[in-house]
């Protein structure tokens, strides 16, 4: 039987017809309507409040090197761990994969254009762009010591920092985030191709999907909420301080119906990449297509539901807190769905352990024990215990940073050869992956022992029994500081030393890889030919390009010849 293998996409473009070379200057970047300029542009921008954040972390863990006073002082202190939480959470995890990944891979994935409305896309990042100056604002004037969630009274009563520049940054930011979610969602709705119906959808889409919605949903009440604030910060009206006959409990009820469906903006897109990994590096299609695709929307919806858990200690009734708590445990089971098919994917699969592929395994061991340390704080008896401890601030970060920062840097490293045109050195992209899966362990784990034991979080000074935990917790941190540093190192030398990147270095099935690496300006000279996003099968190698190629209709056997790129 003779086979037919489609030839590679025809790299017949000169290098000034890709995205990167098309146009030169500064205004053809500034005023750029192609999602995938806009997407490395937010990509630039996230990774430095990254680092930045990042960096005031690492000031906070070496004043807890010993118990007593350090190098700063208490206010100091208080301002520092309310700028990394409102910076990593406004300007990083929340942008990051829908503002930088998704905004350059979700046309392509769809076979499209550009995104259904490109100016509001590049109005979306100067809007991030904005946002992130009135940060920086209340860092250079007063800072800000509230705390990233702005708490009342304390936020619009005492404290004598620039609040209200703080919250109208993250106003600006709601805004940002609403646009793209708009954006999102008409895109996926009118532009996919034909032969692409919601269930032949790469599992990427359909989690930005359902972000997307969240976001559309629940920004506007963060919005409304902190407009109040700075009202009755401004004004002296009475909302929230009970001075002025407000409730400050109203607050938190505001703040988080947002901020608790803001976890699942922040980790949803996240899943969405480790289906994409998971699959192409396991070469094998994704175990329960439509269970994990279901389970996007069921977090999407039930993150609405489970807000209250965060109120535990405030007072209200028990049967509230009893529903909360059920809700809470609900809400973990289309998670648990979405591991055990990743597990399921894997078994008997050809398992590849290239870079991407390593983030994705320390994804699954992280957020697993991320999630799971969850279920002690949605109990209602070892809540009141663990409440305001260490205990949360290990299993928050569990969640964002072992779930959302490894899964962005995973897939960063994924499609770093589409978005770049360049190889990177695979050995040091592992090699950087080991060192934040092993420094992030020694960062984070001792603080649950230590919240166990009655840390209180947030706390300037600590008794001598927990020194040796955060002395344990803030090696890690510098040890994890310095491998997303090795990360970005290895990343930017390819620019300049990487080889040249194949249209399909993975062989991977879904749209983006039909391309050539960096994309052309208009992404696809035709409309691609849609097939199974996870039928590994339909892709095979091709000496001749040094890529995977698609295959023809007529089926073939690999042979050992066969291996893929990163073999």
């Excluded at 520049?165 to 993250?170: K, R, S």
């Excluded at 977090?299 to 858990?309: E, N, Q």
């Excluded at 056997?557 to 073999?567: F, I, K, N, Y």
Aim: proline letters at 6%; charged letters at 10%.
């Amino acid at each position: 039987m003779t086979s037919h293998v489609m030839p590679a996409h025809s790299d017949s473009h000169s290098s000034a017809d890709n995205y990167l070379t098309a146009s030169k200057g500064f205004l053809s970047w500034a005023m750029t309507l192609d999602h995938k300029r806009i997407g490395l542009m937010y990509l630039i921008g996230t990774m430095t409040a990254m680092f930045i954040g990042g960096f005031l972390a690492l000031l906070l863990r070496a004043e807890h090197l010993s118990g007593t006073p350090g190098f700063v002082s208490h206010d100091t202190y208080n301002q520092l761990f309310t700028l990394h939480g409102a910076i990593m959470v406004f300007l990083f995890i929340i942008p990051s994969i829908p503002g930088a990944l998704g905004n350059f891979i979700l046309p392509v994935m769809l076979g499209a254009k550009d995104v259904a409305f490109p100016r509001m896309n590049l109005c979306s990042f100067y809007l991030w762009v904005f946002g992130a100056i009135f940060f920086v604002g209340a860092l250079l004037t007063t800072g800000l010591d509230t705390g990233w969630t702005f708490y009342t009274p304390y936020s619009t009563n005492t404290s004598q920092t620039n609040v209200v520049l703080a919250t109208l940054g993250a106003f600006i930011l709601g805004f940002s985030s609403i646009f793209t979610g708009l954006n999102f969602i008409v895109t996926i709705h009118t532009m996919r191709p034909p032969g692409m119906t919601w269930f032949r959808m790469p599992l990427f889409l359909w989690s930005l999907y359902a972000t997307a919605i969240i976001q559309v949903l629940a920004t506007p009440v963060l919005g409304i909420t902190l407009l109040l604030l700075a009202a009755e910060r401004m004004f002296g009206l009475g909302i929230f301080d009970p001075k002025l006959g407000g409730d400050p409990v109203l607050y938190q009820h505001f703040f988080w119906f947002y901020s608790h469906p803001a976890v699942y903006i922040m980790i949803l897109p996240g899943m969405g990449i480790i289906s994409e990994l998971i699959s192409t590096f396991s070469r094998k299609a994704i175990f329960g297509y439509r269970f994990i695709a279901f389970s996007s929307m069921a977090i999407a919806l039930l993150g609405f539901l489970v807000w209250g858990h965060h109120m535990f200690a405030s007072g209200q009734s028990e049967m509230v807190t009893i529903i909360f708590s059920a809700l809470t445990f609900s809400v973990s089971i289309p998670s648990a769905i979405k591991v055990f098919n990743w597990l399921a994917t894997m078994y008997k699969g050809s398992i590849v352990l290239a870079t991407p592929m390593c983030y994705a395994l320390s994804f699954l061991f992280l957020f697993t024990i991320g999630g799971l340390t969850g279920l002690f704080l949605g109990a209602l008896a070892t809540d009141i215990h663990l409440h305001d401890t260490y205990f949360v601030v290990a299993h928050f970060h569990y969640v964002m940073m072992g779930g959302t920062l490894v899964a962005f840097v995973g897939g960063l490293f994924y499609w770093w050869p589409k978005m770049t045109g360049k190889m990177y050195n695979e050995f040091w992209g592992q090699i950087s992956a080991l060192i934040v899966f092993v420094a992030f362990n020694l960062t984070f784990f001792p603080q649950f022992v230590m919240g166990s034991r009655g840390m209180p979080r947030r706390y300037y000074n600590y008794l001598p029994e927990f020194q040796v935990y955060h002395v344990l917790s803030t090696i890690g941190a510098f040890l994890l500081g310095f491998g997303l540093l090795l990360a970005a190192i290895v990343l930017i030398t390819s620019l300049f030393k990487g080889r040249k990147a194949p249209a399909n270095p993975w062989g991977a099935a879904t749209l983006e890889w039909q391309c050539s690496s960096p994309p052309p300006l208009a992404n696809f000279e035709k409309t691609p030919t849609v097939g199974n996003p996870y039928d590994m099968q339909s892709v095979v190698w091709d000496p001749d390009t040094e890529s995977f190629v698609r295959r023809g209709e007529v089926p073939i056997v690999p042979d050992e010849s066969e291996q893929p790129a990163h073999a």
